[in-house]
C-alpha cells in the first residue's frame, strides 16, 4: 500500500510540472499509476476504452459533440477515455502532446494515431484510437463524412495524413 501511494505521489507531481493544467492527463485515485520499470497498464482497462468507443460506431459527426447524438473525433478519445476516469485535453491537437510518442512498429491497442488532414495548415487536426494491429493497424474515429466509424491506416488517405502515434497509457 505504501509503495502504491509513493508512486500515484510521483505520477501527480511528474504531472504537475511545467504545463498547463489543461494540458495534463489527470490521473484520479481509480487510475492505476504505472510502475518504473515501464509495466503497461490493465488490459482491462484499455479493452474498456476501446469497447466503450465502438458503442459509437455509426454515431453521426458533429463538431463539438461527445454523445450518441453526436460526437467528433476529439470527442469519441476523450470521452471513452473519461469512462475508466483517465481525462485528457479535449482536442486533438491538445491531446497530441500527451502520454509518449510511439513508433507504427510498436503501436498497439489503446494507443492514439493523429492526423494533418488540413492540406493549408500544418497542424494536428485529427485523432484516432487503435482496436486493432494484427496485420493492418486500423483505428476507430469520427470522420465528417461517416461519422464515428473504423478505418484502415492503409487507406491511402489515412495514410498520407498520418503524422503520429502516441500512448496514453
Known amino acids: ?5 509513493i508512486y500515484l ?14 494540458n495534463k492527463v489527470v490521473i484520479s485515485s481509480k487510475t492505476r499509476a504505472t510502475h518504473k520499470t515501464n509495466k503497461t497498464p490493465s488490459t482491462k482497462k484499455i479493452k474498456s476504452i476501446v469497447k466503450y468507443a465502438k458503442t459509437f460506431n455509426g454515431t453521426r459527426y458533429k463538431y463539438g459533440g461527445t454523445t450518441k447524438k453526436g460526437m467528433d473525433c476529439s470527442g469519441l ?4 477515455f473519461k469512462k475508466e476516469n483517465i481525462v485528457l485535453p479535449r482536442t486533438s491537437k491538445t491531446m497530441a502532446t500527451q502520454g509518449k510518442p510511439v513508433s507504427l512498429k510498436k503501436v498497439t491497442v489503446g494507443d492514439l494515431l493523429f492526423f494533418k488532414t488540413n492540406k493549408r ?24 463524412s461517416k461519422g464515428v466509424t473504423v478505418s484502415s491506416l492503409n487507406e491511402k488517405y ?11 497509457l
Do not use: P, Q
Open 1 to 5: 500500500m505504501k509503495k502504491i501511494i
Open 9 to 22: 505521489l510521483i505520477a501527480v507531481l511528474h504531472i504537475s510540472c511545467g504545463s498547463s493544467s489543461k
Open 77 to 80: 478519445v476523450y470521452t471513452s
Open 121 to 144: 495548415k500544418n497542424v494536428i487536426s485529427h485523432v484516432g484510437l487503435v482496436i486493432e494491429t494484427k496485420g493492418v493497424i486500423k483505428f476507430i474515429h469520427a470522420s465528417t
Open 158 to 168: 489515412w495514410n498520407k495524413c498520418f503524422a503520429s502515434a502516441r500512448r496514453v
